[in-house]
């Protein structure tokens, strides 16, 4: 028998193509965009631009990133190589609806997508002369936790002995004061899965983002609106940016005078100097001032540490531990002085006003993480472990069994008692 194939015959209705609008760049990106060509081109006429136009177009921009951001490519400089961005195919998801553990275990399969993202990476390690160590920046406040937990398990296994630092970051968004049990059960069980999942892949993680960056002390001297991400990137930003200054300083030689720069740190020291001692803590608290005061100030003035103030959620203030290890980095502050630009009751400055801070960033191994330890400790066992726990089934239908969640508590637990005073007895001197 034979079977006519010819699609001619097949298809007999019109074939229409339904494709949306790319979204239009902004007036940021079309700066950018106008500057590179500008630099690209050889022959540039001097003195096009005069003053009053430069003005007029930055308040623009300005105006349209306060008002205009949709997406975080809104504000991006950054130039991505065509290597470094993987899209997750068939997830028809908003971001609204892609926030959770689960969705983004279902959404996502190592087995058939993890060597394309394998080879990405490969790509870029291969192009290096020596690798210090992974950074991650993981936005673990909705499924991408877990696509990011799939991919550091598979670098753990191909990269041994590479150590790895990781922030947990999460927005002002994530942290909603009303909503249903239901809802807060989902959230519970989603931080602190995502937190053992996470730190069991990596050497040293750093919780990152306040429920309100604009009600924090760190936003002292800012104009924060949390709701406009714009806004509280640029914080994190500054602040991750100035912590890792000191892996890109070439270290300097015994001949140099070191007076002005000088602190160049490997990756792999900072992170032993900050978890492989002492009592092995591997959760460090991000503090930051922005901006930062001069190094010696007047007697009035707060000190350089009493301005630092911290990024991450949920620890304890004031808290006095003889056993800290602390990593600092300055940049940009006077040796001495006052900074008035900042630093006095003058008119507040606006973005174009200011065009560059002091920062300062710090990295603490401290117990004053304890109280974020113990919450990621108590919800999962009052949510997922306990009997009859309000989400003992939502846990099953994530995947994870008793024993894998028992795991999870010990090592949680290990971690808390890691970092908890010695409790002294009646009897003891």
Not at 97 to 103: H, K, P, R, T, V
Not at 108 to 113: R, T
Not at 298 to 303: D, F, K, L, R, T
Not at 347 to 362: E, N, Q, T, Y
Request: hydrophobic share 35%.
């Amino acid at each position: 028998m034979a079977v006519d194939l010819d699609p001619l015959h097949i298809r007999t209705g019109k074939v229409s193509t339904q494709a949306s609008e790319p979204h239009k760049k902004n007036l940021f990106l079309q700066r950018l965009h106008q500057e590179e060509e500008n630099l690209n081109t050889v022959n540039e006429i001097s003195g096009s631009n005069n003053g009053s136009q430069s003005e007029y177009q930055d308040k623009d921009i300005i105006q349209c990133l306060d008002n205009g951001v949709q997406f975080w490519t809104d504000y991006s400089k950054v130039h991505y190589h065509s290597q470094s961005l993987y899209e997750l195919n068939g997830v028809w998801a908003d971001v609204g609806e892609f926030d959770n553990y689960g969705i983004g275990r279902d959404s996502f399969a190592w087995a058939s997508q993890g060597e394309e993202i394998s080879d990405r990476l490969r790509f870029f390690v291969e192009e290096c002369d020596h690798i210090q160590g992974f950074q991650f920046v993981v936005d673990d406040s909705g499924g991408f936790s877990s696509v990011a937990a799939e991919f550091l398990e598979n670098i753990v296994d191909e990269y041994t002995n590479t150590p790895v630092l990781l922030y947990a970051v999460q927005g002002s968004a994530s942290y909603k004061s009303l909503q249903s049990r239901k809802r807060t059960v989902l959230e519970e069980l989603h931080d602190a899965i995502t937190f053992s999942r996470l730190s069991s892949y990596c050497k040293l993680i750093v919780p990152v983002g306040l429920p309100s960056l604009s009600k924090s002390k760190a936003s002292k001297f800012l104009h924060i609106e949390d709701e406009k991400h714009y806004h509280s990137s640029a914080v994190y930003a500054a602040a991750l940016h100035s912590i890792s200054l000191p892996f890109r300083m070439v270290p300097v030689g015994p001949t140099t005078d070191a007076c002005s720069v000088s602190g160049a740190v490997d990756f792999h020291g900072l992170i032993q100097m900050l978890s492989g001692q002492g009592r092995q803590n591997m959760v460090s608290v991000l503090d930051v001032a922005m901006p930062a005061p001069a190094l010696t100030g007047a007697q009035n003035e707060m000190s350089l540490l009493e301005n630092l103030q911290s990024l991450t959620p949920q620890i304890a203030e004031d808290v006095e531990d003889l056993q800290a290890i602390e990593h600092i980095t300055v940049h940009g502050a006077l040796a001495s002085g006052t900074v008035e630009i900042y630093m006095t009751n003058s008119l507040p400055k606006g973005s174009l006003d200011v065009h560059s801070i002091p920062m300062a960033a710090r990295l603490r191994s401290s117990s004053a993480v304890l109280p974020f330890l113990e919450s990621k400790l108590r919800n999962l066992h009052r949510y997922g472990i306990a009997r009859g726990a309000a989400g003992a089934e939502l846990l099953r239908s994530w995947g994870f069994g008793k024993e894998e969640l028992e795991e999870m508590e010990e090592m949680l637990s290990n971690k808390v008692a890691a970092l908890c005073p010695p409790q002294l007895s009646s009897d003891s001197d």
